[in-house]
C-alpha cells in the first residue's frame, strides 16, 4: 500500500475516533443540560397547576423516578402561595411581601419587594415575563431579572392566580368579584363584575381556559362577618361575556380544572367535588367527602381525578364519579396535588408533611417539614419536585438520574459516525486486497 493510501486510510480512522468523542461529548452535555435546568420549549411549571387547563400534571412517561432530598432555602416569611418554574429551571415564589428568583442550587438570584403582601402565585409568560397579583391591589409584570415591566391597577386585592391565554393575554380576578383580561402591555380588554348591590364578593380562585378560549373560574359571597356563603362556578365566554353559572350554597376557593371529557371539576366548601358539564354548565356528578374542598383537582392522563379534603384525605376518583382510592394524613389537605412524570402524585398537609402517593394510593415517601403545608407542588422537567411550608422554606427533591434526551442533532451525529465508519472500512479492506 502507497503513502497516499496510508495517509487516507489513517485520516479516516482520525475521524471517525473524533466523531465518536465528539458524539459523546454533545449526548452527555446534552443530557446534564436538560437535567439540571428541566428546559424545555416552555417552562415545564410556568403557572398554578402547571398549564391554563390547571390539570396539575405534568406530561408522563413510563419510567420511575427517584427523588432525594435535595435542599432547603428560607424566604424568611410566610407562603401560601405556590412555586413556579421558568425555562431556565429557575423557581419562582412569593413570600411574604417578596417575589424570589432562585436557581436550581437553591441560591437566590434576585427578589424584588412590593408594597403588601402576595398571595397570588405567578404566572411565566413564553418571553419569560412574570405576572403576579398582591394585596396593594395591582398586577404586575416583571422581566425575568426583576424589573417591573408594568402595573395594572385595580379596586381590590388579588390573591386569584393569573392564566396566560395562547394569545398571550392575561386572566384573573380580583377580591371584588371582578374577572379582568388584560394584553401583554397590561392594557385591559375587557373585565366582567360578578358582584352585586350592597354585596361582598371574592375571587380567591384561579382562572382556568379550555381549548375554545372560555374561561372558568369561582366567586364566593363573603357576609357582613366574614365568612363564606354563597359560591358560583362561572364559565365566560372569550368576548368576556357569562356563559353560564352554577351556584352551590357553601362558598368556592378551589381552582377549576377542565378535564379531556369535557367536564369542569371544582372543590366545594360543602364537601363535595363536582363534575359539571362544559357546555351548559349542569351537575355531571359529585363526589361527597367528611370535610369542606378547598384544594384543587389535579388530572391524570386517564382521566382520573386527585383532591384533598379538610377530612385529612387525599381522593384518587374515577372519571364516573366513584372512589378508586383514598389516602389519609393527619391533617388537613388545603394544599393541591401534583401529578409527576411516572404518575405519583405529590402534596402537602397541615400535619407539617409533604407526602408521595403512588398512583395505586400507596404511599412512595413523606417528608416531615417545620410547618403546615398550604402551598401546591411544582415540578421540573427532570422529575424533581419545589414546594413551600408556611414558614417560608422551600423544598427541593432532586431527581438521582438524570434522563437522557436525544435531540436531531446527536441522530445526524450518528449517521455522520456510521458513514465514517464505512469510508475507513472500505479504504481499510481496499488497502489490504491491494496489499
Same mark, same amino acid.
Not at 417552562?43 to 405534568?58: A, D, E, L, M, V
Not at 389535579?298 to 372519571?319: F, K, P, Q, W
Not at 396535588?337 to 409533604?354: H, V, W
Given at each position: 500500500?502507497?503513502?497516499?493510501? &496510508?495517509?487516507?486510510?489513517?485520516?479516516?480512522?482520525?475521524?471517525?475516533?473524533?466523531?465518536? /468523542?465528539?458524539?459523546?461529548?454533545?449526548?452527555?452535555?446534552?443530557?446534564?443540560?436538560?437535567?439540571?435546568?428541566?428546559?424545555?420549549?416552555?417552562?415545564?411549571?410556568?403557572?398554578? &397547576?402547571?398549564?391554563?387547563?390547571? #390539570?396539575?400534571?405534568?406530561?408522563?412517561?413510563?419510567?420511575?423516578?427517584?427523588?432525594?432530598?435535595?435542599?432547603?432555602? =428560607?424566604?424568611?416569611?410566610?407562603?401560601?402561595?405556590?412555586?413556579?418554574?421558568?425555562?431556565?429551571?429557575?423557581?419562582?415564589?412569593?413570600?411574604? $411581601?417578596?417575589?424570589?428568583?432562585?436557581?436550581?442550587?437553591?441560591?437566590?438570584?434576585?427578589?424584588?419587594?412590593?408594597? !403588601? %403582601?402576595?398571595?397570588?402565585?405567578?404566572? %411565566?409568560? !413564553?418571553?419569560?415575563?412574570?405576572?403576579?397579583?398582591?394585596?396593594? &391591589?395591582?398586577?404586575?409584570?416583571?422581566?425575568?431579572?426583576?424589573?417591573?415591566?408594568?402595573?395594572?391597577?385595580?379596586?381590590?386585592?388579588?390573591?386569584? =392566580?393569573?392564566?396566560?391565554?395562547?394569545?398571550?393575554?392575561?386572566?384573573?380576578?380580583?377580591?371584588?368579584?371582578?374577572?379582568?383580561?388584560?394584553?401583554?402591555?397590561?392594557?385591559?380588554?375587557?373585565?366582567?363584575?360578578?358582584?352585586? !348591590?350592597?354585596?361582598? &364578593?371574592?375571587?380567591?380562585?384561579?382562572?382556568?381556559?379550555?381549548? $375554545?378560549?372560555?374561561?372558568?373560574?369561582?366567586?364566593?359571597?363573603?357576609?357582613?362577618?366574614?365568612? /363564606?356563603?354563597?359560591?358560583?362556578?362561572?364559565?365566560?365566554?372569550? $368576548?368576556?361575556?357569562?356563559?353560564?353559572?352554577?351556584?352551590?350554597?357553601?362558598?368556592?376557593?378551589?381552582?377549576?380544572?377542565?378535564?379531556?371529557?369535557?367536564?369542569?371539576?371544582?372543590?366545594?366548601?360543602?364537601?363535595?367535588?363536582?363534575?359539571?358539564?362544559?357546555?351548559?354548565?349542569?351537575?355531571?356528578?359529585?363526589?361527597?367527602?367528611?370535610?369542606?374542598?378547598? =384544594?384543587?383537582?389535579?388530572?391524570?392522563?386517564?382521566?382520573?381525578?386527585?383532591?384533598?379534603?379538610?377530612?385529612?384525605?387525599?381522593?384518587?376518583?374515577?372519571?364516573?364519579?366513584?372512589?378508586?382510592?383514598?389516602?389519609?394524613?393527619?391533617?388537613?389537605?388545603?394544599?393541591?396535588?401534583?401529578?409527576?412524570?411516572?404518575? #405519583?402524585?405529590?402534596?402537602?398537609?397541615?400535619?407539617?408533611?409533604?407526602?408521595?402517593?403512588?398512583?395505586?394510593?400507596?404511599?412512595?415517601?413523606?417528608?416531615?417539614?417545620?410547618?403546615?403545608?398550604?402551598?401546591?407542588?411544582?415540578?421540573?422537567?427532570?422529575?424533581?419536585?419545589?414546594?413551600?411550608?408556611?414558614?417560608?422554606?422551600?423544598?427541593?427533591?432532586? #431527581?438521582?438520574?438524570?434522563?437522557?434526551?436525544?435531540?436531531?442533532?446527536?441522530?445526524?451525529?450518528?449517521?455522520?459516525?456510521?458513514?465514517?465508519?464505512?469510508? =475507513?472500512?472500505?479504504?481499510?479492506?481496499?488497502?489490504?486486497? !491491494?496489499?
Amino acid at each position: 500500500m502507497n503513502l497516499s493510501k &496510508r495517509w487516507m486510510k489513517s485520516c479516516s480512522v482520525i475521524i471517525v475516533v473524533t466523531l465518536i /468523542l465528539f458524539s459523546f461529548l454533545i449526548m452527555f452535555s446534552g443530557s446534564n443540560e436538560v437535567s439540571s435546568s428541566g428546559l424545555s420549549e416552555s417552562s415545564p411549571w410556568p403557572c398554578f &397547576r402547571q398549564n391554563p387547563k390547571r #390539570t396539575g400534571n405534568i406530561e408522563q412517561d413510563s419510567n420511575d423516578i427517584e427523588l432525594n432530598d435535595g435542599w432547603n432555602t =428560607s424566604l424568611a416569611s410566610d407562603v401560601v402561595g405556590s412555586p413556579v418554574i421558568n425555562q431556565d429551571g429557575d423557581i419562582i415564589q412569593a413570600a411574604g $411581601d417578596t417575589l424570589f428568583s432562585i436557581n436550581e442550587n437553591g441560591r437566590i438570584n434576585w427578589e424584588y419587594t412590593f408594597d !403588601e %403582601i402576595i398571595q397570588s402565585t405567578p404566572a %411565566i409568560a !413564553e418571553d419569560g415575563t412574570i405576572y403576579v397579583g398582591s394585596m396593594d &391591589r395591582n398586577l404586575t409584570a416583571l422581566d425575568s431579572d426583576g424589573n417591573i415591566k408594568w402595573r395594572f391597577p385595580t379596586e381590590s386585592r388579588i390573591d386569584s =392566580s393569573p392564566v396566560i391565554g395562547p394569545d398571550g393575554n392575561i386572566y384573573f380576578g380580583n377580591n371584588d368579584g371582578v374577572v379582568y383580561n388584560l394584553n401583554s402591555e397590561g392594557q385591559k380588554e375587557w373585565n366582567i363584575s360578578f358582584k352585586g !348591590e350592597r354585596e361582598m &364578593r371574592m375571587i380567591q380562585s384561579s382562572p382556568a381556559l379550555d381549548d $375554545d378560549g372560555n374561561i372558568y373560574v369561582a366567586s364566593t359571597r363573603l357576609s357582613q362577618q366574614g365568612a /363564606l356563603t354563597d359560591g358560583w362556578l362561572h364559565a365566560i365566554n372569550p $368576548d368576556g361575556t357569562e356563559k353560564w353559572t352554577f351556584r352551590r350554597d357553601l362558598g368556592i376557593a378551589s381552582s377549576p380544572a377542565v378535564g379531556e371529557d369535557g367536564n369542569i371539576y371544582i372543590g366545594v366548601g360543602d364537601g363535595h367535588l363536582f363534575a359539571i358539564d362544559q357546555e351548559d354548565g349542569t351537575e355531571v356528578w359529585r363526589f361527597g367527602t367528611a370535610g369542606p374542598v378547598f =384544594s384543587s383537582p389535579a388530572i391524570d392522563s386517564e382521566g382520573t381525578i386527585y383532591i384533598g379534603s379538610y377530612d385529612e384525605t387525599l381522593y384518587a376518583v374515577n372519571r364516573d364519579g366513584t372512589e378508586k382510592w383514598n389516602f389519609t394524613t393527619e391533617g388537613w389537605i388545603f394544599s393541591s396535588p401534583a401529578i409527576g412524570q411516572d404518575g #405519583t402524585i405529590y402534596f402537602g398537609s397541615f400535619d407539617e408533611k409533604i407526602y408521595a402517593v403512588n398512583p395505586n394510593g400507596t404511599q412512595g415517601w413523606n417528608y416531615t417539614s417545620d410547618s403546615q403545608i398550604l402551598s401546591s407542588p411544582a415540578i421540573g422537567g427532570d422529575g424533581s419536585v419545589y414546594i413551600t411550608s408556611y414558614d417560608g422554606l422551600l423544598h427541593a427533591f432532586k #431527581t438521582s438520574q438524570r434522563p437522557l434526551e436525544i435531540s436531531n442533532l446527536h441522530i445526524i451525529i450518528l449517521v455522520g459516525i456510521i458513514a465514517g465508519v464505512g469510508i =475507513s472500512s472500505s479504504y481499510y479492506f481496499k488497502g489490504k486486497k !491491494e496489499n
